[in-house]
């Protein structure tokens, strides 16, 4: 199949990749290209910009939470259905979650999927040392197709001969984009990362600027060259995340969608529909009423601490949660959702705002972070997404933790921390709720998505 495709990565963080990928994202959508979007690792507001730029969802591809057969079967997956793949890294090319190989890397993803890399050097303060740096990350790893270079923060003309002989004389690859300095070449950012799409109601205009910045820089007919080279992908012979399915569960599923909660994985959303969810968006911060006929909520993470005025003043809303909650119908949430439905946030300076009440204790925020990075999530008992035991992986990222130690008398599961090894417990399961501070891929374990379906099912749903 072919699939044109390219890797953007940096040397580093803070090289500029998202800024410039998001940017060449939207200025192939202007040039008439329908573009797929993707992201290395667990990070989802990137792929949130993404999906602004290009009009398609943004997508994971990470190789921690799921096997490299499954990695490599959501990215065919879309791929397959045409138009210009672009992938955004993570770190520098080969950071990720070892010192000795590439495992969880940018590297990685670029060797799983064959595709061609393009490298962002921050050439700021250097001019011929860059060949040295962009020489040494071509020697570094010689399975790896590094086909180009998007030089960013050029000072000057003279800056930029300079580097660009460099580059061609030690090097032998193609400057594919040379970015000049400019103070507006820059996303926004929160505790969290970069600010979230729902929360940037001018960032399409944002992506506009960003684009026509860019565009003279950017040498489009290379770009899509290195794009156009990259090898055919084989397509998976018997794919196994979404496979034929007879009798599917059909359940309405409410999703809270709007700037307080825009943090899901694209593929989990897939899945679950595959399986036969109608995925009914709504609001907690602006709908008064949740949408008719529902057999389950899903709530995800998001920035509920910044809209709390606005969601504890919907009280209807907070009404209509909890007593759909109390009446036996299955209610998820994670990270964002987990504080929302607690018995309320209190900021870091004290204030107080009273929630929707079905997980017992307050969300406190805290000015330093709490806990980041991947986990293993193990069931600690029978809870909506499977038997006692039921595997899961996950990320977690948050500045709260739950004041009240009530809600560990009914954990969600054990946890294994992948950095320190540290074993806890975590969240909260009583009969038809469960919340946690996990983000669950549920690619790494779709019967835990079919668990959760068949019990919105038996709460109201149908079969057919």
């Not at 359940?251 to 009914?280: C, K, M, N, P, T």
């Amino acid at each position: 199949m072919k699939a044109p495709r390219i890797l953007i990565a940096g040397t580093h963080s803070g090289s500029g990749k998202t800024t410039i990928t998001t940017a060449i994202m939207g200025l192939l959508k202007k040039k008439g290209y329908k573009v797929n979007p993707f992201k290395v690792g667990p990070d989802y507001i990137d792929p949130s910009y993404h999906a602004v730029a290009t009009g398609n969802p943004g997508r994971n591809l990470d190789c921690w939470m799921l096997s490299q057969d499954k990695v490599y079967e959501l990215f065919c997956r879309t791929a397959q259905q045409g138009g210009i793949n672009v992938i955004e890294g993570v770190m520098g090319l080969f950071d990720g979650a070892s010192g000795i190989d590439d495992a969880g890397s940018s590297a990685q993803i670029a060797k799983l999927t064959n595709t061609p890399v393009l490298l962002v050097v921050d050439v700021r303060s250097t001019a011929r040392s860059a060949a040295a740096v962009v020489l040494g990350f071509q020697k570094f790893d010689p399975a790896l197709n590094i086909a180009g270079v998007i030089l960013n923060r050029v000072g000057s003309d003279r800056h930029l001969g300079l580097v660009s002989e460099a580059i061609e004389k030690y090097c032998r690859i193609p400057i594919v984009g040379a970015i000049r300095k400019n103070e507006l070449l820059e996303l926004p950012s929160r505790h969290l990362g970069l600010i979230p799409t729902g929360e940037g109601r001018q960032l399409p205009e944002k992506i506009d600027c960003l684009v026509g910045i860019i565009e003279q820089d950017i040498d489009l007919e290379k770009l899509l060259a290195v794009a156009g080279s990259a090898p055919e992908l084989q397509l998976p012979e018997k794919p196994r995340l979404f496979p034929e399915i007879s009798g599917k569960t059909r359940v309405r599923l409410g999703i809270a969608r709007d700037e307080a909660f825009s943090f899901y994985y694209q593929d989990s959303l897939d899945i679950l529909s595959h399986l036969g969810a109608e995925l009914i968006p709504f609001s907690p911060m602006r709908d008064e009423r949740l949408p008719a006929d529902l057999h389950g909520l899903y709530i995800g993470g998001g920035y509920p601490e910044i809209y709390l005025e606005e969601l504890a003043d919907n009280k209807n809303m907070l009404k209509e949660i909890k007593e759909f909650g109390l009446s036996g119908k299955p209610v998820y949430a994670e990270c964002g959702g987990f504080m929302y439905l607690s018995d309320g946030i209190t900021t870091a300076e004290g204030v107080h705002y009273p929630l929707v009440g079905l997980v017992p204790g307050i969300s406190v925020m805290k000015p330093k972070l709490v806990s980041l990075g991947y986990v293993t999530a193990y069931c600690a008992a029978d809870n909506l997404l499977g038997p006692a035991g039921t595997t899961l992986k996950g990320h977690e990222f948050h500045y709260s933790e739950l004041d009240c130690e009530k809600h560990m008398e009914k954990p969600a599961y054990r946890v294994i921390r992948n950095r320190s090894g540290e074993q806890v417990l975590s969240g909260y399961a009583d009969g038809n709720i469960l919340a946690s501070y996990i983000h669950v891929h549920f690619a790494t374990n779709t019967e835990a998505a079919k668990s959760f379906l068949e019990k919105c099912r038996l709460a109201g749903g149908n079969s057919v």
